[in-house]
């Protein structure tokens, strides 16, 4: 599963300031204006479910934010206990389940930005940080639903990340790891008229020798947060 995971902008900067010492940022780790105060620690800067995340999708060329927390329409509060693991879907059964076959029958693809992911090895109790060599920021395959609150009529963007069976790296700690968009692959995730089968063939673990994994510190426990607690918003 991919339960936490990271997009700030800060890490990938300090891989690069280390790898190439110097040297000026590419475009894609510019500092932007009205970038959030720099938080340096994973405890402080970890995604988990229930938080935003910066997503892309199918469609748009632009990012925006949405709630880590698949919302289908079913749902009947943003808390609905029967979402509680919607944060993940599985790509070996994305067809079978009716929560995820349809929207990724509707073409409801996005894009999910981040610069790793974490997980935590249930034998050592470690958690572990797991990210590319060669690229600073990536992406994951995810699924989307524009979720409307029947309280009071609210559209809320919700999202998943497709997750796969784990490389070489992963399964030293975890059984299950994100699908990583490849520069090959992620055309065709974004392209609506891609077959079906063709984007259930693509769905591999991303190779270990690509990766890299560091422990992490451990991170606190978060509260779920709802919908009427500002955080959210």
């Known amino acids: 599963m991919c339960y936490s995971y990271e997009q700030l902008d800060d890490r990938a900067r300090t891989r690069w300031r280390h790898d190439h010492p110097g040297k000026p ?17 994973a405890t402080e800067s970890a995604l988990y479910p229930g938080k935003r995340g910066l997503i892309r999708l199918l469609g748009e060329s632009d990012l925006r934010e949405g709630h880590f927390r698949f919302l289908p329409v079913w749902a009947t509060s943003y808390n609905d206990p029967r979402c509680d693991n919607n944060f993940n879907t599985r790509g070996d ?20 930005k981040t610069t790793g992911f974490y997980e935590k090895d249930k034998k050592t109790k470690k958690r572990y940080f797991f990210s590319l060599k060669e690229k ?23 999202y998943s990340i497709i997750t796969t069976e784990p490389n070489e ?17 992620l055309p065709g995730w974004m392209q609506p008229d891609t077959p079906p089968d063709r984007l259930m063939e693509a769905m591999q673990p991303y190779p ?19 919908l009427n607690q500002g955080e959210l918003f």
């Open 136 to 158: 600073y920021i990536f992406y994951y395959a995810g699924l989307y639903n524009w979720w409307t609150n029947p309280a009071n009529g609210d559209r809320i963007l919700t």
């Open 208 to 226: 270990a020798e690509l990766m890299l994994c560091e422990e992490a510190p451990e991170a606190p426990r978060k509260k779920k947060k709802s």
């Open 25 to 41: 940022y590419p475009d894609d780790l510019q500092t932007t204006a009205g970038e959030a105060t720099i938080r340096t620690t």
């Open 169 to 185: 790296l992963v399964a030293l700690h975890h059984h299950r790891m994100p699908f990583i968009l490849s520069d090959q692959l």
């Open 93 to 112: 059964s994305i067809l079978e389940k009716p929560t995820w076959r349809a929207p990724f029958q509707k073409k409801q693809r996005c894009l999910v």
